[in-house]
């Protein structure tokens, strides 16, 4: 059964930076698709940034140019750098990972909150 722990989250100024970490265990993440997702008080989740299994990466606009998603097969661990982060980044981060064969199955983290505020 494949687990997913991030970390990394607290309450940051605007313009600040935060890593954050999602830790896999259970099943090696070389065979996930994987991404960040988010929820925002009051909203639906929504996704961040994604990471396929070949390499592609995505992001959707709000976060382009600021976030960055990587992963480290080593580690079994999959990031999410946060840069020039705004108010509006504020919300609870997901972990999501999709194993090749399940696409349409999503295995999610317990979330870590990030907060941006003075």
């Known amino acids: 059964q494949v687990q997913l722990v991030e970390s990394g989250g607290g309450l940051v100024q605007p313009g600040g930076s935060l890593k954050l970490s999602c830790a896999v265990s259970?099943?090696?993440?070389?065979?996930?698709?994987m991404a960040w997702y988010r929820q925002a008080p009051g909203k639906q989740r929504e996704l961040v940034a994604s990471l396929a299994i070949g390499g592609m990466i995505n992001y959707v606009d709000p976060v382009k140019g600021r976030f960055t998603i990587s992963r480290d097969n080593a580690k079994n661990t999959v990031y999410l750098q946060m840069n020039n982060l705004k108010p509006e980044d504020t919300a609870i981060y997901y972990c999501?990972?999709?194993?090749?064969?399940?696409?349409?199955?999503?295995?999610w983290g317990q979330g870590i909150l990030v907060t941006v505020s003075s």
């Open positions: 999501d990972a999709r194993h090749r064969s399940s696409v349409l199955t999503p295995r």
């Open positions: 259970g099943s090696t993440i070389s065979d996930y698709h």
